[in-house]
């Protein structure tokens, strides 16, 4: 999004949103090479299903995993999370807007649990030069990941919940290079054009959210039954996504079903909101 020179570098602690870079998302068998943490394919195991619930506030993905093997498999698996800017990156007299402590080893409030257990992940941090994002002194992207044991012809239930970080922007209009990347049909830029038409600056507020969906394929075999749900806050707000099949299901939602689905995008959503209803307004 082509960002005003007045724009608002707010980092708010929101789901799955971030700068101008990937998301990394879904999980994926891993290894320690060399004491660096690598994603790997895990033969045998297989995800069964995958529900994704991403909103501008809120994360939540439920896993089913099957070891169709005669043997038990035990296994790194990892968690990517979006790369985040630290205080330092966000426009100066903007600082205080940031509602995390990019220094926590969990500054987004990840959770995650098997078979309904909580469980305790160790994280990888990476520095963001070595990610799509570049900061001026050295913000950083969080992996998490633990040992899983999966059970001979067994399933297991992994759930995670975050608010990812959100670097949210204002503009007056989708440049041309954002109507391409998040799919902008007639009907989203009328919504988009009132949403400005009714701001005192005649500006909206984007947000961007970025899932990596690929990391899926480092499971055997396709998602055997994959939902996903946008919800985008606001009967008023626009949501837009390059995604076939996706259907509006109720005012505030998009949702999609597949069946052995491969991924062969990862997503980018846009969520489009006025400055009162903005995430982090109420504050």
Known sequence: MQRSCERI??????????????ARANDSAAGLDGGQ??????????MESEDLFL?????????????TGTTDV????AFPL???????DVDEGNAELVSYDPSSDNPLA?????????????????????????????GTALTYYWTQKFPA????????????????????????????KYCLDAGAQKTIAAIARADSAKMYFANGLNYIL????????????????????????????????IKKTGPTRLELRRKDFVPDRDLAVLVVTSRDRAPGSEK
């Open 153 to 180: 012809g067994r399933t297991v239930v992994v759930e995670h919940s975050y608010r990812p970080a959100l670097w949210q922007s204002f503009t007056d209009k989708p440049s041309p290079e954002d109507a391409a």
């Open 214 to 245: 690929k990391t899926a394929r480092n499971w055997s075999g396709p998602i055997g039954d994959f939902h996903l749900t946008i919800d985008k806050g606001d009967a008023r707000n626009a949501a837009s996504v390059c995604l076939d099949g």
């Open 9 to 22: 570098g707010w980092l708010v602690a929101l789901a799955g949103l971030v700068p101008a870079g990937a």
């Open 37 to 46: 943490l690598v994603l790997k394919q895990a033969d045998h195991i297989r």
């Open 82 to 88: 979006p790369a985040m800017p630290s205080k330092a």
């Open 110 to 138: 990840f959770v995650c649990r098997v078979d309904g257990q909580v469980i305790k992940t160790k994280v990888e941090r990476a520095p963001i030069k070595d990610r799509e994002i570049k900061t001026r002194d050295g």
């Open 55 to 67: 909103s501008t506030r809120e994360v939540r993905i439920r896993y089913e995993f099957r070891n």
């Open 74 to 77: 035990e296994t790194l698996v």
